[in-house]
């Protein structure tokens, strides 16, 4: 019978069936180092069917009930479990095709193959809306960024780089605590690429973040701050949070406050006109955010949690002061792609400060802070004189 005229549950089995265990069709040699002459011709046909079977989980009409059994049908047949047709859980059926799709990680040849493979797996996460799935999938990412993986001559530096972003997207915001996956990587792998002698070039822990890919890391993680102060509910009348939830929002906040400082620390170890960039355009960003779905959290709790309030908005201080800094910085270094930044992050940073002291003065503690002229300096800290 040809293609043409099979069904679409037909055509489907026959997509998601083409599937076998990594290890029959090993692309690596015996050593693990090298790879098996005909790997190019072996990668394509892998890669080509994570795409077809990526844009035939993502088809919109799976979500229609009409079409669950087929997409239910589809991932048993994937996950390799015929009889998993007892679990009327799709989000269980999901995570089996995760956990089936697992055991490729180890057998990817490439950096630039992971995207095709990470967006199929998102694809089955979001047909089947599956938290459960989702939490597997941020593993799977995480694995994938525990690996070293070697340059080849079959992709270019730009699909590295897509491959590593969307890797980093999904590792983090698919992670069970975002904000506690960059500080992960901010307080263990980060600081390996400093060191006292210059640092190693590349993270024991996280052997895909080098020194070169950094402000691929760098943008990720700024983002995923940014994300999660956004993330916070909006204060609606008639519906006061209890304590407990406004404490931990509070928590949240301060957590991303203490992530932002270390993330601005870096610009000063890595001075590169990428993370300068990502710096200065994702800094407006949080400062926005925190203005419009922190400092509701933040005012409502001054009272009841006065210290921590007090610690949290001089963390806030000293991550605006280096922003200051990169203002400064890029003026001097006349960079469009830096300065065009430059107007919209100090007009905001004025308004942060004056909610600040508009917020203190509402509760009687001016004294807190006092402000002052800063002195124009650059990312070494040398005062910058005027003209």
């Not at 690429?193 to 895909?208: C, K, N, R, T, Y």
């Not at 983002?223 to 509910?233: E, L, W, Y």
């Not at 909610?355 to 800290?381: I, P, T, W, Y």
Request: glycine content about 4%.
């Amino acid at each position: 019978m040809g293609l043409t005229r099979l069904t679409g549950r037909e055509s489907s089995k026959l997509e998601v069936s083409s599937f076998t265990h990594p290890q029959s069709t090993n692309i690596r040699d015996d050593d693990g180092d090298s790879f098996s002459p005909d790997y190019p011709a072996q990668c394509e046909c892998l890669t080509l069917l994570f795409k077809i079977l990526a844009v035939f989980f993502a088809w919109p009409q799976l979500s229609d009930p009409m079409y669950s059994p087929l997409l239910h049908q589809s991932l048993e047949i994937l996950s390799k479990s015929p009889h998993s047709s007892v679990s009327k859980d799709i989000g269980l059926v999901a995570k089996g095709a995760c956990v089936y799709l697992e055991r490729f990680c180890e057998h990817l040849p490439l950096l630039s193959c992971t995207r095709p493979y990470v967006t199929l797996l998102v694809s089955i996460c979001t047909a089947c809306q599956s938290s459960v799935a989702q939490k597997r999938v941020a593993k799977i990412c995480t694995q994938l960024l525990k690996h070293s993986w070697v340059e080849s001559t079959m992709e270019t530096t730009q699909q590295r780089t897509e491959a590593l972003e969307y890797l980093l997207k999904y590792h983090f915001e698919w992670s069970v605590e975002p904000l506690k996956a960059v500080e992960e990587m901010c307080t263990k792998a980060v600081p390996e690429l400093i060191g006292e002698d210059g640092g190693q070039g590349v993270s024991s822990i996280f052997p895909a973040l080098s020194s070169d890919n950094f402000p691929c890391f760098y943008k990720n993680m700024m983002i995923t701050v940014v994300s999660q102060i956004k993330a916070i509910p909006l204060p609606t009348k008639g519906a006061q949070p209890s304590s407990e939830v406004l404490l931990d929002r509070l928590q949240s906040i301060h957590l991303s406050a203490n992530v932002l400082h270390m993330l601005v620390t870096f610009v000063k170890s890595f001075e590169k006109r990428a993370v300068l960039s990502a710096a200065l355009k994702y800094g407006t960003l949080y400062i926005e955010a925190l203005l419009k779905f922190g400092m509701p959290v933040i005012d409502v709790e001054f009272r009841p949690h006065k210290d921590e309030v007090l610690t949290l908005l001089k963390t806030l201080q000293k991550s605006t002061r280096c922003f200051q800094t990169f203002c400064g910085h890029s003026k001097v270094k006349r960079d469009t792609s830096l300065t065009n930044h430059v107007p919209k992050l100090k007009k905001i940073l004025e308004m942060f400060m004056f909610k600040v002291m508009e917020m203190l003065a509402h509760h009687d503690c001016q004294e807190a802070f006092s402000v002052g002229n800063l002195r124009n300096r650059d990312l070494q800290g040398q005062e910058i004189l005027s003209q």
